[in-house]
């Protein structure tokens, strides 16, 4: 089975720097992705590391290690609309058609 | 254009009621996804449908029965419902089931109520 790992809740002040880890136990998938779920609205994806390694979009940054079992999400230049919850997500590999696996989710919630 | 759109917005239905959710896209995306999403708890797949044809049902209860008329339209029909249905169900639509990227783009939901 596929199991993300995600603290449930991260608080920060604007402008700071924050990092929301996602450890997972799978057999395998092709890669990991990070959603972006305001309250009351729809998850918009940010990022997707295939290969391990750093991803930089902008603000944010996602980092893969395989190895590890691990990836993150960085989030640079808080800002009060970042408050948010943050997914990350896999997809397992040889199963006919199977969509996304998310994580439990990690609530965000910047200061000023 | 990025967006795919769900109606209605809220639903308020009676455990005796028949309701449809409906979903709409636009991006010649050919793989489209039911979710279920409770407070403070990531979406759960529901459906997936691949070309128009329906390919993962994870275990739904067939009080829900999906329907996808064409490429771009994904209905939800609802009858019978149990109060623990209530929830925001989710739309959301990827270019291909089988690319690996799998990019899903989301609808802003239908929130519904079961009394």
Redesign the interface.
């Given at each position: 089975g596929q199991s993300l790992e995600q603290p449930s809740e991260v608080t920060a002040v604007e402008g700071a720097i924050v990092q929301i880890n996602c450890t997972y136990q799978t057999s395998g998938f092709?890669?990991l992705?990070w959603y972006q779920q305001h309250d009351g609205?729809?998850?918009?994806?940010l990022s997707?590391n295939?290969l391990d390694g750093l991803e930089e979009t902008g603000r944010f940054s996602s980092f893969l290690s395989r190895s590890d079992s691990y990836g993150y999400l960085l989030l640079q230049e808080l800002q009060m609309k970042d408050s948010a919850s943050y997914?990350c997500a896999v997809?397992p590999p040889n199963q006919?058609?199977?969509?996304?696996?998310?994580?439990?989710?990690t609530?965000l919630s910047v200061s000023s | 254009d990025t967006e795919v759109t769900q109606t209605p917005k809220h639903l308020v239905m009676g455990m005796t009621n028949k309701k449809s959710l409906k979903c709409e896209q636009h991006m010649g995306h050919r793989a489209m996804y039911w979710y279920k999403q409770k407070a403070k708890k990531p979406p759960e797949l529901m459906f997936v449908y691949s070309y128009e044809k329906l390919s993962i049902n994870e275990s739904v209860p067939s009080r829900f029965s999906p329907e996808c008329p064409n490429s771009s339209l994904l209905n939800l029909h609802l009858h019978a419902l149990q109060p623990e249905d209530s929830a925001l169900y989710l739309c959301a639509s990827s270019q291909d089931q089988g690319v690996a990227k799998n990019i899903q783009y989301f609808g802003a939901g239908t929130r519904l109520s079961v009394l």
């Open positions: 092709y890669g992705s609205g729809a998850p918009t994806f997707y295939a997914f997809r006919a058609g199977t969509a996304l696996i998310f994580g439990k989710g609530t | -």
